[in-house]
């Protein structure tokens, strides 16, 4: 069965700063992976995802997020946080066999200070 | 592109009450939804999978005869929430994949609360 783990619940970082957010999977083969981010009380916002090709995707609001197979790790990246970024950040992985469900990851909520 | 709404964007109920959510794509067409359910600083718990003109698909443990989806029509889904309890309050958000967005990605809609008195 297809895991995802997000080891930081939570992430403070100050506004200017760069960001990181891990993101592990567990699954037999390549997936599909996605970031999403949700701010309060909102539905879940695509930032980008990974199908094949180039490792290092770019995605939406300057964030990037770089596949490691021999790591099965998807972190997420942005060099210089806004405090617009403070949200909930999840990853989620879909098998590529059919069209599969997705399976989440707990979340990590990102804080930004001043 | 790839816009997915959903309606009310929160609804307030007496319990014994069935509450309808709405979950349509707006600019694509969805082959398959999802409906999930979200307690309070936790992930999302998928419900059920719906395919155009097929029988939703339910999760372990959900009550089918309790949340009834409805996947009519390749723009629309509905969720109900029959007999609502106030174990039913949560934020409950749908999910659509299709043509013409990405058929492997889903995209999600605004959530709606629901609150059961």
């Known amino acids: 069965a297809q895991s995802v783990t997000q080891p930081d619940i939570h992430i403070t970082v100050s506004e200017g700063a760069s960001l990181e957010l891990r993101c592990n999977y567990s699954?037999?083969?390549?997936?599909?992976l996605f970031w999403y981010v949700q701010s309060p009380g909102q539905g879940l916002q695509l930032l980008l995802k990974y199908f094949s090709g180039d490792t290092l995707v770019q995605g939406i609001k300057g964030f990037e997020a770089e596949f490691k197979r021999s790591q099965s790790s998807f972190n997420l990246r942005k060099p210089s946080v806004h405090w617009s970024d403070a949200a909930e950040y999840f990853c989620?992985?879909?098998?590529?066999?059919?069209?599969?469900?997705?399976?989440f990851g707990k979340g990590t909520m990102l804080l930004v200070s001043p | 592109g790839a816009v997915v709404s959903q309606h009310p964007s929160r609804v307030i109920c007496k319990s014994g009450t069935s509450v309808k959510i709405e979950c349509r794509s707006l600019?694509?067409?969805?082959?398959?939804m999802f409906w999930y359910r979200q307690f309070p600083k936790q992930s999302l718990m998928l419900m059920a999978t719906?395919?155009?003109?097929?029988?939703?698909?339910?999760e372990q443990g959900v009550e089918k005869d309790k949340f009834l989806i409805n996947h009519a029509s390749l723009t629309l889904s509905t969720l109900t929430v029959t007999s609502a309890h106030p174990e039913d309050s949560s934020f409950y958000i749908c999910s659509a994949r299709g043509r013409g967005a990405g058929e492997e990605t889903q995209y999600f809609g605004p959530g709606t609360r629901l609150l059961v008195l």
């Open positions: 600019d694509f067409q969805a082959t398959t």
């Open positions: 699954y037999g083969a390549t997936p599909y």
């Open positions: 989620a992985v879909g098998a590529r066999s059919g069209y599969s469900t997705l399976t």
């Open positions: 719906s395919n155009e003109g097929s029988k939703a698909t339910y």
